[in-house]
């Protein structure tokens, strides 16, 4: 009750000044019929204020809220993937061994029309992304998760992000990956077991990273042509691919 005691005050002040001012209105004019007549016409237009106000006004309002949010979040996704994301997306997709069924789906993305590029990452997010990373991959990939580990931090504790459930659960994999390679000071005389218990938390993040990049290529296609091209050049199941234009 006592969350509540400012909207009953405020409520409770609001129909006083109400009743006041009608009552001055009759002491001065005299007249019942005319505030009554009012009244009630008032009250008649009520439920239509409700509907333009709430079910229209509001839904618009709400709609144009949540644009402006998903552009921050879009944003900050973008800021992950140009300081860290792409690049350990290379790393996980150089030990995936069906690349190539990949790099064929994303040949020549940036020219492709809106509706097949949403028809390719369809597909592509539904498949099963696999990789074999060998105790060598694995040094190299705790030296770059160390590196990055603020960042990723960083991005846990942004609240926007608490919107973006499969983002959060991808920062939440690329942690956890990092922490347990953290707790591993000789990572080369691990077991063949221990190997394979870090591939899975390997495949995790490599299929977490994959769908939220084609998410975004899908968002930069639709609204951001110019930095989309570069993201297609600089394709991260492309061992080849490169920055400059070639055509």
Known sequence: MHRYRWQLITGAA???LSTITYLIHYAIFRDSHHIFSYLITDLAFLPVEVLLVTMIIHQMLTRMEAKARLEKLNMVIGVFFSEMGTA???RLSDNDP???RIKAELAG?????????RSICKRLSAC?????MDRAGFIELKTFLAAGRGMVVQLMENPALMEHESFT???MAVSHLSEELSHRDNISEVPDVDLKHLNGDVKRVYGALATEWLNYMRHLKANYPFLFSLAVRTN???KNASAVVKE
Not at 128 to 132: A, F, H, K, L, R
Request: proline share 3%; no cysteine; glycine share 4%.
């Open 169 to 171: 659960d991808l920062l």
């Open 109 to 117: 993305g940036e020219h492709k029309t809106d509706a097949e590029f």
């Open 98 to 100: 069906n690349i190539e």
């Open 88 to 90: 350990l997306l290379t």
């Open 236 to 238: 991260p199941f492309d």
């Open 128 to 132: 099963e992304y696999s990789t074999q």
């Open 14 to 16: 609001l129909l006083a």
